[in-house]
């Protein structure tokens, strides 16, 4: 499994997760949406593919707010299972973002 680091993560990441930032030792996003309902939507279809590649962000929501943490807690770094999860957020995001 291949780890990052913060010199190489940005390569990693590319353009289809450049909202991700890294952040001691984690990589993270926030995300806003029109409403706590559309918020909600979203954290359930990620929800979904987490489950699918059995690897679970770290999240916090706030009404129409979403923040989110990924780091392979096993490896204690950020792996290329972070990197996916967080390509298939952001691919995810563009169909609930807020207008």
Known sequence: MTQYTEASIVKALGTEAADWQWDAGCIKTELVFKDFKTAFGFMKVV???????NH????QNSYNRIGISLRTQDQGAVTSLDVALAKRISILYTHFKKP
């Open 47 to 53: 929800a979904e593919a987490a489950e699918k590649m």
């Open 56 to 59: 679970h962000p770290d999240w």
